[in-house]
């Protein structure tokens, strides 16, 4: 994480703690010529609008004071939505027996994606069950080569 990112997480945690809410992620990313401030909230049920205005509003008013970010960009405080990155350890805890999307890094056994289930997970390993054409398949993905991780929509 850039140190920006952790000065931003330091302003921003207690204001999620405080509204009893959980900060999932934050991305401080250029588009065009823009930059974006995105703060990713969640909790049990969603988030909903006014709770994200809440956390935008105070956030605000706190990195007006601290300044840290010395350019122009936009705030946006939004749910992370039915895909929500699995980025913590509770993350991935609590995604065991859901749905997921993983990417690694380089290659194992073949593949670099996986989209299947959440078996397990030690804290080290991903065990995800994906279906390749008609047969289940039990795959075992070493979490310091995980890349992304997501939990996914299955149709």
Not at 24 to 33: R, S, W
Request: glycine letters at 4%; aromatic letters at 8%; one cysteine or more.
């Amino acid at each position: 994480m850039s140190k920006v990112l952790e000065q931003v997480e330091a302003i921003v945690e207690p204001i999620t703690n405080e509204l009893q809410l959980e900060l999932v992620d934050i991305a401080f990313e250029k588009e065009g010529p823009n930059w974006f401030l995105r703060i990713f909230i969640d909790k049990d049920g969603g988030v909903d609008i006014d709770e994200c205005a809440a956390v935008s509003e105070k956030v605000s008013e706190k990195m007006d004071e601290s300044d840290p970010i010395t350019q122009n960009y936009f705030l946006e405080v939004s749910s992370p939505g039915a895909e929500r990155p699995l980025k913590k350890e509770q993350d991935f805890e609590n995604a065991v027996s859901k749905y997921v999307h993983v990417t690694s890094y380089e290659p194992i056994d073949g593949r670099k994606m996986w989209e299947g289930t959440l078996v397990s997970y030690d804290g080290t390993t991903l065990v995800i069950t994906i279906t390749d054409k008609t047969r289940k398949i039990t795959c075992e993905i070493p979490k310091d080569k995980v890349a992304k991780a997501r939990l996914a929509i299955q149709f």
